[in-house]
């Protein structure tokens, strides 16, 4: 069974820290790897995408990937009370079928 | 800026209905997909969709379930006869194309209570 794993939390850091969320996955064949942030209620919102190992910066968002450790994390910096929420791990493999992880609740303390 | 989009926002239906759930892709995406989110649970995958035919379906989406995309825009989600089990938030996605650019991105949701 291919899994995705997450801290559920709650994670809490003050306003103007760095949130640093992380996931693990299963599949070794995993290609692409997606961060989701979902309000309550709401749907899944795509904030970022990364396929290669390494960083990946875009504005106040940093994905990591290591396909070696299996392992992809976001980090948030200067993180906004507006960032409260739970952010998705997603992963796509060798099929056309993407594989969530449970969420990792995220809550900034103004 | 083009959105994915889902009608109903919200459907009851009484347990062994059927019923359609809607959803408008982006205009120029080809690919499709269904999720499905139980309240406090994940995320997870029911079926993709391309080229008129389902590319990849998970063990949930069984024969109770079908999709079709009926013409140019729309692409729906039937469930032949509900089960109270079925209760959930219903998730249309798609995206543009094929090789790397993989991400999908998702319509607001139908939140379907089966009573």
């Known amino acids: 069974q291919k899994e995705v794993e997450q801290n559920s939390g709650p994670l809490s850091v003050p306003e103007g820290a760095i949130a640093s969320l992380n996931c693990t996955y299963s599949?070794?064949?995993?290609?692409?790897f997606f961060w989701y942030r979902q309000y309550s209620g709401k749907s899944p919102e795509l904030i970022m995408f990364i396929y290669s190992n390494g960083d990946k910066e875009d504005g106040r968002f940093t994905a990591q990937l290591n396909k070696a450790s299996q392992y992809v994390s976001l980090l948030i910096r200067d993180s906004q009370p507006s960032d409260s929420a739970t952010y998705l791990c997603a992963v796509k493999g060798s099929y056309d079928k993407v594989i969530f992880g449970p969420g990792t609740s995220l809550s900034v303390i103004p | 800026e083009p959105e994915v989009t889902q009608t109903p926002s919200h459907q009851v239906t009484q347990m062994g209905q059927e019923v359609i759930l809607r959803c408008v892709p982006i205009s120029n995406h080809l690919y499709f997909y269904w999720y499905r989110q139980i309240l406090g649970q994940k995320v997870e995958f029911l079926v993709s969709?391309?080229?008129?035919?389902?590319?990849?379906k998970s063990e949930i989406f069984d024969d109770q379930f079908s999709v079709e995309r009926p013409d140019g825009s729309n692409f729906t989600l039937k469930i032949r006869s509900t089960k109270l089990e079925d209760s959930a938030m219903y998730f249309c996605?798609?995206?543009?194309?094929?090789?790397?650019?993989?991400?999908?991105?998702f319509g607001p949701g139908t939140r379907l209570t089966v009573t």
């Open positions: 969709f391309y080229n008129n035919e389902i590319s990849e």
């Open positions: 599949d070794r064949g995993s290609q692409s």
């Open positions: 996605a798609s995206r543009k194309s094929t090789g790397q650019a993989t991400e999908q991105y």
